[in-house]
């Protein structure tokens, strides 16, 4: 059965409270809980105060967004460092991240980009994620990010398919964004609903929905809006296709609490949550 | 180099607007086939980043649009500094980049934020700020926004940061005969 979740990436009780009120899962992002020391970073002992009455009442899911799996030199220890802290103190279900790399040798590249489709990044990332399923011992999953360039001439694989290998590979699970498969759709012409066809779903383990912006043309994938119509019927189809899905998590970033409200928030999360009944 | 580092390393120099080298030309070539694609994904790294610092360092921040240079040193910081995944290193990277900036009062407000900061994280931590003009209405400028004049005034000040029983500031006007204190 899935489950519904929803990030939690403040301190703001009262939102925390209404997500805790509708969520069976609560979705954290460890980065987002850190605080900074002169040689990386470290969960901030009054984030670790927050957490703990929230994990006691809700399972907690762990989603990075630091560990730049993909970067051509390595992955980043400030990041791991992060979650050995969280998972010491609170044991999430699973943890995800992205297929994508954000540092290039360790500088940030302060965006996400996603990863060629070929075998020399297949050999790079798998060892990785091995030894990260080795390291935490509990479900790892990979996101699709939102492309930002069109699909590589170069490439080997489409991009379902460089999924669904990682994932024989490896035996990690997927987590499937659906929204930013819309992003996909607008910005690139990607046919959504070929690639959940060629995507291995027996291996979703998660799905993500949020809301974004057009932009200049684009679509953006700001986790700040309510999530539009395109968005809502794929996810419908990728709940009615991935039969294992454990969780379907409304992303929502903090600083949308406060533009948003928490109460328009907690509606979207009631309507989102109605497609688990479906 | 592989083709996976030299593609990630073009990119990085790109998105941060940093000289490429000739042995780049081949990916450049490749970034300039979507050129709206890297134009936007530059964009976007733009604003998180233009977020971040706004909220983390509000007084230098508003310093800096008042001169109409926030847009630019947005754009030469990231080019000249590695930055940092998180906000609170990024922050002090920031600051640091402006402590010496040619424009005394920027430098000033840079510095003085600094030291806050600092003074958050550590209950024992003082710092002394030269001051150009009268902090008094550049702050409440950059706190409130109220009118500021241009000419702040030609009296140079020192504030001094640190714990008390609560953190606070106190300017002194540099002139020893005359060392009115206030405090906020």
């Known amino acids: ?278 | 180099m592989s083709d996976l580092a030299r593609r990630q390393r073009v990119l990085l120099k790109s998105l941060k607007g940093r000289p490429l080298d000739r042995a780049d030309a081949g990916e450049e070539a490749r970034l300039q086939r979507a050129a709206a694609c890297t134009a936007m994904l530059r964009e976007t790294m733009l604003w998180w980043r233009q977020l971040g610092i706004s909220n983390a360092c509000p007084l230098t921040v508003a310093v800096l649009k008042r001169a109409g240079r926030w847009p630019a040193i947005l754009v030469s910081f990231v080019r000249d500094t590695p930055g940092s995944t998180y906000i609170g290193i990024q922050a002090e990277h920031f600051l640091d980049y402006l402590a010496n900036d040619g424009d005394a009062l920027t430098a000033a407000v840079a510095r003085t934020e600094r030291a806050l900061r600092s003074s958050a994280a550590d209950s024992r931590y003082r710092a002394e700020v030269a001051w150009p003009c009268d902090p008094a209405p550049v702050l409440n400028h950059c706190l409130n926004g109220t009118p500021l004049d241009a000419d702040a005034g030609m009296q140079a000040f020192n504030v001094r940061i640190g714990w008390s029983d609560a953190c606070s500031l106190q300017w002194l006007e540099s002139d020893p005969m005359d060392n009115r204190a206030t405090t906020a």
């Open chain 1, 1 to 278: 059965m899935t489950r519904f979740a929803i990030t939690v990436d403040s301190y703001d009780t009262d939102f925390t409270v209404r997500a805790v009120a509708h969520a069976d899962l609560i979705e954290i992002t460890p980065d987002r809980w850190a605080m900074p020391t002169r040689s990386g970073a470290t969960i901030d002992e009054r984030a670790k105060r927050f957490l703990a009455p929230l994990a006691a009442q809700r399972p907690l899911i762990m989603h990075g967004v630091g560990l730049s799996l993909g970067s051509h030199d390595r992955v980043s220890g400030a990041y791991l460092g992060l979650l050995d802290e969280l998972f010491a103190d609170f044991r999430p279900l699973w943890h995800s991240e992205h297929l994508a790399y954000c540092d290039v040798d360790g500088e940030p590249l302060g965006t996400m980009v996603e990863l060629p489709c070929d075998e020399e990044t297949l050999d790079l990332i798998c060892p990785r994620v091995e030894e990260i399923q080795d390291r935490y011992g509990v479900p790892f999953l990979l996101e699709n990010v939102a492309r930002a360039f069109p699909r590589d001439d170069d490439d080997t694989y489409a991009s379902a398919d460089f999924v669904n290998r990682v994932v024989r590979r490896t035996g990690c699970g997927i987590l499937l964004d659906v929204h930013n498969l819309r992003c996909d759709v607008h910005n690139f012409g990607v046919d959504a609903l070929r690639y959940m066809d060629e995507l291995d779903v027996s291996a979703v383990r998660e799905i993500h929905i949020s809301g974004g912006t057009d932009y200049k043309g684009f679509r953006l994938d700001i986790h700040s809006r309510l999530v539009d119509a395109m968005t809502f019927d794929l996810a419908r189809v990728a709940l009615a296709r991935c039969r294992n899905a454990d969780a379907l998590v409304f992303e929502v970033l903090g600083e949308a609490i406060t533009t948003l409200g928490a109460a328009a928030i907690e509606a979207e999360a009631v309507r989102l949550k109605s497609l688990l009944r479906n």
